[in-house]
């Protein structure tokens, strides 16, 4: 499954046109590793430095800050948490709750990887992704219980796609690959049916890699540029 968006990019010194695309497949630990390692310098997130328990929004990674969508949960997701779980935030879980489990432990080959990002029976999650500074091109991730998972949203600058109707096997390997580099992006994931989002379902997030690409050699021409002026003010 392959979706295509055609959207004005941005970039340091210009903005070119650029595409970005969505591709969703089955998960396996091969095709994953196959999809990563064509990345090259790839920064990684896979929640196993995280204790299990509810995260306030804009909780901080190494590939950006996530929130929840809104909404509370008040499913056997949130009822049955061995932790104090009021459903109105997203959550770090390890096991199997529901049919969400990490997909860590089947790349690494421990059975102790076992964190991953839960959307606790809200109404999905809202993931600003950044390296802080750095441009990326490529981002790939794995959700679990995946067939309630029904809405994939990519913003970039006034530009977005949207792919939904996920179905099929529990976990999935997402890739978005823009043909220009950016240093922002917004993605959206949610439960929808045609009365809206809905809560009390639920999904998960798990093995984040966000290919990391250097500054363009005429934007390091720039920056250098723009500290000697910098520096030739000051004197004068």
Same mark, same amino acid.
């Given at each position: 499954?392959?979706?295509?968006?055609?959207?004005?990019?941005?970039?340091?010194? $210009?903005?070119?046109?650029?595409? /970005?695309?969505?591709?969703? #497949?089955?998960?396996?630990?091969?095709?994953?590793?196959?999809?990563? =390692?064509?990345?090259?310098?790839?920064?990684?997130?896979?929640?196993?430095?995280?204790?299990?328990?509810?995260?306030?929004?804009?909780?901080?990674?190494?590939?950006?800050?996530? =929130?929840?969508?809104?909404?509370?949960?008040?499913?056997?997701?949130?009822?049955?948490?061995?932790?104090?779980?009021?459903? #109105?935030?997203?959550?770090?879980?390890?096991?199997?709750?529901?049919?969400?489990?990490?997909?860590?432990?089947?790349? =690494?080959?421990?059975?102790?990887?076992?964190?991953?990002?839960?959307?606790?029976?809200?109404?999905?999650? $809202?993931?600003?992704?950044?390296?802080?500074?750095?441009?990326?091109? $490529?981002?790939?991730?794995?959700?679990?219980?995946?067939?309630?998972?029904?809405?994939?949203? +990519? +913003? +970039?600058?006034?530009?977005?796609?949207?792919?939904?109707?996920?179905?099929? #096997?529990?976990?999935?390997?997402?890739?978005?690959?823009?043909?220009? /580099?950016? !240093?922002?992006?917004?993605?959206?994931?949610?439960?929808?049916? =045609?009365?809206?989002?809905?809560?009390?379902?639920?999904?998960?997030?798990?093995?984040?890699? +966000?290919?990391?690409?250097?500054?363009?050699?005429?934007?390091?021409?720039?920056?250098?540029?723009?500290?000697?002026? !910098?520096?030739?003010?000051?004197?004068?």
């Amino acid at each position: 499954m392959k979706t295509t968006l055609m959207a004005a990019g941005f970039a340091l010194l $210009s903005a070119p046109a650029f595409a /970005a695309s969505i591709t969703v #497949s089955d998960f396996n630990a091969g095709a994953y590793d196959a999809i990563v =390692s064509g990345y090259g310098n790839t920064v990684t997130e896979d929640f196993e430095g995280f204790l299990e328990g509810n995260v306030a929004n804009g909780f901080a990674t190494s590939v950006g800050t996530f =929130s929840t969508l809104g909404g509370t949960g008040t499913g056997g997701t949130v009822t049955g948490a061995d932790f104090d779980n009021n459903g #109105s935030l997203l959550a770090v879980r390890d096991g199997n709750v529901y049919g969400r489990r990490s997909t860590t432990s089947a790349l =690494s080959g421990d059975k102790s990887d076992n964190m991953f990002l839960d959307s606790n029976d809200t109404y999905g999650i $809202s993931w600003m992704v950044s390296l802080g500074g750095s441009m990326f091109d $490529s981002i790939a991730l794995t959700i679990s219980d995946a067939a309630e998972f029904s809405m994939l949203q +990519v +913003v +970039v600058g006034e530009e977005s796609i949207t792919l939904s109707n996920f179905g099929g #096997s529990s976990q999935k390997i997402v890739e978005i690959n823009f043909d220009s /580099a950016v !240093s922002v992006a917004s993605v959206f994931f949610g439960h929808s049916n =045609s009365n809206g989002l809905r809560t009390n379902d639920g999904f998960s997030l798990d093995d984040i890699a +966000v290919s990391e690409v250097p500054l363009p050699a005429s934007a390091l021409l720039l920056l250098g540029g723009l500290a000697g002026l !910098s520096r030739f003010r000051k004197k004068g």
